[in-house]
């Protein structure tokens, strides 16, 4: 490999199973990046030694003075001013657990910390999709939906770092029970397992119709999932249109929501499920007027993240940038 350049900064981003970890330059490129197991079900410490054999591998041929800070971007719920990792789900080994402290003082860089949505939202305006935009909406939409507002260039985290959980506005008060104990969340009605769910239905009602689908599931309803609808989307299938269809029937008026809340100047769309999204965009601003009172709705620009599956890194390194 060869050695790392100066003025770079290091972005890490921890999830659930894995930890991503790079080296991001000042134009917002990823110049060099690993992949490494985290271990979210042992000790804390356990989980603190996954993260810097993470950095280690990474800086392994690079000098030790090669970058100057760490972005770290993390799952929820985590206090960004302190540093605090609270009680995120899906990393159950970090209770108000230091992180930033403790890799501050491991390295003896300045570390920031913040969470995926936030990190991502901030790489965007930075290096992304929404370079030159002053009043960023970002969401990624993939297992979960996380969300990131960009004010004026900077984060905004409100008054105890807890702002931006867009994927938990409710947009049915009836509607089913999502994980964080609302009811009828975004999350639980448009993230990929709700794509998945209603596919599994619609194959059961209309089993002439659920052949393609069936086909990527290899025969098996049970294992019908958002990807399988992709898939059978692109190969031209009705059914996962409409399953598709009715997914951005649930997102409009929810991001109609979120411009009369923020007026933002950009809606920039990331994760999986955006991408196979991607070419009802086009439909989405056209219904979006019909489901704000913003007069100029229809002029904002909603577009696909540019950072695919390496915005926590660029999100991490915008942090520290
Ligand atoms: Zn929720």
């Not at 297992?143 to 770092?161: F, K, M, W």
Request: glycine content about 12%.
């Amino acid at each position: 490999m060869t050695p790392v350049a100066q003025g770079l900064v290091m972005g890490v981003d921890i999830g659930g199973t894995k930890i991503a970890a790079g080296f991001v330059d000042g134009d917002g490129k990823i110049v060099r990046q690993i992949r490494h197991p985290m271990v979210a079900n042992g000790t804390a410490e356990a989980g603190l030694q996954a993260v810097f054999d993470a950095i280690n591998a990474l800086t392994s041929s690079a000098s030790k003075d090669a970058f100057g800070a760490i972005g770290i971007c993390a799952p929820g719920p985590l206090d960004p001013k302190t540093g605090i990792v609270l009680n995120p789900p899906n990393v159950p080994c970090w209770r108000n657990f230091p992180l930033a402290q403790k890799v501050a003082e491991k390295y003896r860089q300045p570390v920031k910390l913040d969470n995926d949505g936030n990190a991502a939202a901030l790489a965007e305006t930075r290096w992304g999709a929404a370079h030159g935009y002053h009043y960023v909406f970002y969401a990624t939409l993939g297992t979960g939906i996380g969300t990131g507002s960009v004010l004026d260039g900077r984060i905004y985290h409100g008054n105890t770092g807890a702002a931006a959980e867009g994927g938990h506005v409710t947009i049915d008060y009836r509607g089913p029970v999502c994980h964080c104990g609302k009811r009828g969340c975004i999350e639980i009605l448009a993230a990929g397992p709700a794509i998945g769910k209603r596919a599994r239905a619609k194959v059961e009602a209309e089993p002439a119709r659920a052949a393609r689908i069936l086909e990527f599931a290899k025969g098996n309803v049970a294992s019908v999932t958002s990807e399988h609808v992709a898939q059978a989307y692109v190969a031209g299938d009705l059914l996962a249109r409409e399953v598709l269809e009715e997914t951005v029937e649930l997102l409009v008026p929810w991001l109609g929501n979120i411009v009369d809340l923020l007026d933002p100047d950009i809606l920039v769309m990331g994760g999986g499920v955006s991408s196979t999204l991607q070419p009802f965009f086009g439909e989405i601003k056209e219904r979006l007027p019909r489901w704000c009172v913003n007069p100029r709705a229809s002029e904002i620009p909603l577009v696909l993240a540019h950072y695919g599956a390496d915005a926590g890194i660029a999100g991490g390194a915008a942090l520290c940038a």
